[in-house]
């Protein structure tokens, strides 16, 4: 290969490189935004419960204590499967 050919390659793979470099950013740029629209969603959907929750009269107190403690009891119930799953 001549010096020519050599700087031809060279543009050629970089130009190649920040092609794909731009395409993954653009990539990655919108999963990001499907990403924070989803959590949005679910935000909003979950603060509508519990304003419909909280003027219905029920104590959010008491069932976000039994949401916790739930989770806990689920915790600890899924130990020895989770620790199968990852081999630990």
């Known amino acids: 290969m001549t010096l020519r050919h050599d700087k031809r390659w060279a ?4 130009s190649g490189f920040a092609g ?5 950013q ?3 740029r919108i999963a990001l935004i499907h990403l924070f629209r989803g959590v949005a969603k679910f935000s909003a959907v979950v ?7 909280s003027l219905g009269g029920v104590n959010l107190t008491a069932a976000f204590a039994g949401i916790g403690i739930g989770g806990v009891a689920l915790a600890f119930a899924a130990q020895k499967t989770l620790e199968n799953v990852f081999g630990t």
């Open 26 to 28: 653009q990539q990655h």
């Open 20 to 24: 794909y470099m731009q395409v993954t």
């Open 11 to 14: 543009n050629e793979t970089k």
């Open 47 to 53: 603060t509508v419960v519990l304003v419909i929750l």
